[in-house]
């Protein structure tokens, strides 16, 4: 009776807003995704409008049914398995780089019967385990460059480095943006914040002097930034036309006329320039809105997590799918260098749906587990030398909290 008692009550505490945002934003992606899709599906598939829509429900029912298991699966189960699963993932990169499918000149995906499975898209739930473990585990000490900055900076730079091989630089700086929030929340200072953005920018010029892709890429945005409409690329310059002809209201949805072979991967890394020329400003306003109150669910997730390893797992979650949404977004709006990367919910792929669906049922299981009060100190000190983590229950160590005890609560007192 009592466990029946305490599962009701935990079940009671899932983040229903939550639940209800991510359900929206995929079925809405869903909608523009066939939307965006049905020309490139006619043409390649025999007169077939329908079956890139129907391959990418497929991978999202599929993505529901493991979000709904991840949903039920204790948070903690994870922090455990960080190191196996990093392992295996980490294969599984390498397996890549000598047996992977090549397109586009790049090497990412094993294919696995009539399926592409892509390694990197779940690194990017695996990274988060284990720098989320990593960071428990050190507790306080992160602050000190010996136990934290130099450990950390090897440890990222090893899973990185083999996404990057393949090359695949807009996962990897969404894995490195995630990890970074993480090491941040958990008590970096500043000159190691300092430190890791400074190594990361030199690190960044390394690699674009080692790939005339990467070059060239550069110097389209540079051309592109002063007058989109006159940018050399193809994509850059169609994708700014079919936003600018959309307007304020758009031309209405499978209005477009640009989704007709003017910009490639247009039901993919391109899919924001067809919502903004079917839907218009307003809804593209409409899905940076939608990711901006993912943010707020995914930060108060964190903030009410139980203990630390939820805090650290939750901020890297939402960092990863905010900031690959506006990375992606960015992209289309020329206001960043051309990069292929899936806006979140909305493009068509089949291991990114998958890994987003499973990191949401992770996310929603870490609400389910939430104290309901804040568990770390809300006011980073920066600015201050501090040698506390801001992040409470890092050393394994420490009892734990009371029940319905947070640092928050603490220190009200």
């Known amino acids: 009776m009592n466990a029946m008692k305490q599962n009701a009550s935990t079940t009671a505490e899932l983040d229903y807003t939550l639940l209800i945002l991510i359900i929206g934003l995929q079925a809405f992606g869903l909608i523009m995704m066939f939307s965006s899709s049905y020309p490139t599906s006619f043409v390649s598939f025999k007169g077939n409008f329908m079956l890139i829509a129907l391959k990418q429900l497929l991978w999202v029912g599929l993505g529901l049914t493991s979000m709904v298991i991840a ?18 993932i980490l294969v599984a990169l390498t397996a890549v780089l000598f047996f992977g499918k090549e397109v586009n000149n790049s090497t990412r995906a094993i294919s696995i019967g009539p399926m592409d499975f892509q390694p990197s898209e779940f690194a990017k ?17 992160i602050r000190d460059v010996g136990y934290g900055l130099i450990p950390f900076s090897v440890i990222l730079g090893l899973l990185v480095s083999l ?3 393949e090359p695949d630089l807009s996962t990897s700086l969404v894995i490195v943006v995630a990890a970074l929030a993480m090491f941040i929340i958990a008590g970096a200072d500043i000159f190691q914040i300092g430190f890791i953005f400074g190594l990361f920018g030199l690190v960044a010029a390394l690699l674009v002097s080692q790939f005339s892709h990467a070059q060239n890429r550069i110097r389209l945005f540079v051309e592109a930034f002063s007058n989109p409409f006159q940018s050399s690329s193809p994509q850059i310059k169609n994708g700014i036309m079919a936003l600018y002809e959309g307007g304020w209201f758009g031309k209405g949805l499978a209005a477009s006329e640009y989704k007709h072979g003017a910009i490639p991967l247009v039901h993919s890394d391109s899919i924001f320039a067809i919502i903004g020329e079917e839907l218009g400003i307003i809804g593209g306003l409409i899905i940076i809105l939608l990711f901006l109150f993912f943010a707020y669910r995914g930060v108060r997730t964190a903030l009410h997590a139980q203990d630390a390893f939820g805090t650290l797992l939750a901020v890297g979650i939402t960092s990863w799918i905010v900031g690959q949404a506006f990375l992606n977004i960015a992209v289309v709006t020329a206001t960043f260098p051309y990069t292929g990367i899936p806006l979140p919910f909305f493009s068509y792929g089949g291991s ?4 987003n669906l499973t990191a949401m049922g992770i996310l929603l299981n870490i609400s389910r587990n939430g104290r309901g009060g804040f568990n770390f100190n809300a006011n980073p000190r920066l600015w201050r030398r501090n040698r506390r983590s801001r992040v409470s229950n890092t050393h394994r160590g420490r009892s734990p909290q009371k029940s319905g005890t947070t640092a928050y609560a603490r220190n009200k007192r």
């Open 71 to 88: 949903m039920n699966i204790d948070y903690r189960f994870w922090q455990k398995s960080a190191l196996p699963l990093t392992i295996l």
């Open 125 to 141: 739930i695996t990274t988060s385990f284990y720098i989320a473990a990593w960071i428990t585990s050190k507790g306080d000490r």
């Open 163 to 165: 996404i990057i091989i």
């Open 352 to 355: 990114s749906t998958l890994a």
